[in-house]
């Protein structure tokens, strides 16, 4: 039974602890179809895009993003689904929030 419940708490998606990563814009993008991409030094080396569903919140984010970029200062992003900053987002991910 032990070792069920181990083996159900390594493989559930509960297993993730969410981390805080200071991270570096390297590129961002505002595309036509009205979304926001970017991809950091850290963890978003692919495309990582916000996937806020308030219009203002997309003209905020990318706004914020594009004054990191453009001042070279990193952004603190918290990833839900990672358990450390080593490791690598799925193309695509949306942070659950990010601060300066």
């Not at 159900?8 to 961002?28: D, M, N, Q, W, Y």
């Not at 979304?35 to 569903?53: E, M």
Request: proline letters at 4%; charged letters at 20%.
């Amino acid at each position: 039974m032990k070792k069920l419940v181990l083996l159900i708490s390594l493989v559930s998606p509960v297993a993730f602890g969410g981390v805080h990563c200071t991270e570096k814009i390297t590129r961002v993008i505002l595309h036509k179809n009205s979304n926001v991409y970017f991809s950091t030094d850290t963890t978003c080396n692919s495309w990582c895009q916000i996937k806020w569903t308030g219009e203002g919140d997309k003209d905020r984010a990318f706004s914020t993003l594009l004054t990191a970029k453009t001042a070279n200062k990193p952004i603190v992003f918290y990833w839900e689904n990672l358990n450390s900053c080593s490791e690598k987002n799925p193309t695509y991910q949306s942070p659950d929030y990010f601060s300066f």
